[in-house]
């Protein structure tokens, strides 16, 4: 009898340190399932009540605390698990640290914001991805505003040529006036009425003054006029078709700002500076036929 006794105590010994190498906290989880289990719950139940994934549920009720995806993940688990049963938190949450500490592997993870005792305050996939979604559509939204009101009506390869245009107007030397010659141009009113008329349909166009301050832009139809205001301080244009305007300053017509569709910025439309401006040459058939007609003539 006494052998038998003593084969049943070796026997239940081993199977505590069997169940204590396996189990480290089986009492905890034991507890946690037994409380579910008095309650009338099922595993499904206390997911839903506390976010927790069922494997992580079903790890912490087989006393696997080691398989969770960290120390405070685990505590955390734990914890809320709890309250879920109406067991004491802090209880729990002190059974779960010592037998992670007893483990024989606890992962180690880079500890985050996120990493809180309360899982239910991790941002779920679909918060981070509508997060996601609206920094996407806001940026977007933002690109779209910022190109239409820089680039209303002009391409990057537009802006780029009158970039290039405005260099080399800029670095080409002035030509010398003849010696002897006497400047022709007609007095300027400074005050002159400056009117511009689209020759094209839908054509756009930006006028502002000298600070940036916008005066009027929109496309304009085929023969409407805009006339630039006389109290305009500096004022200037910025189109892609300058061929498609007539000018006239006082009545007077004024050469274009352009003979080709290349865009056109920052050009002063004031009535003194319009006059300034050099007359359009004329066609090389209408010069050679003046030159021959001076020669006939002397």
Known sequence: MSDTANNANAASSDDGATTGDLFPPAHVGERLAAARVAHNLALSDIA??????MRHLEAMEAGKFETLPGRTYAIGFGKAYARAVDLPEEEIAQQIRVALGGA????????TQFDLDEPSKVPSAKLALLAAVTGAVILLAGFGIWRSYLFPAANVEEL????????ASDAAPARPR????????PAVDPKAEVVFTATEDNIWIKFYDGEGKQLMQKQMALGEQYVVPADAVNPQVWTGRPDAFEITVG??????LGTSEIAVKDVPVTAAALMARPAAPAPAGEASQAGTSATTEG
């Open 160 to 167: 780029a040529q009158a970039a290039d245009a405005a260099s």
């Open 48 to 53: 839903s009540r506390t976010r927790i994934p």
């Open 178 to 185: 003849p010696a002897g010659a006497v400047s022709t141009a």
């Open 251 to 256: 009545g007077r017509t004024v050469p274009p």
């Open 104 to 111: 024989s592997h606890v992962p180690t993870r880079e500890v």
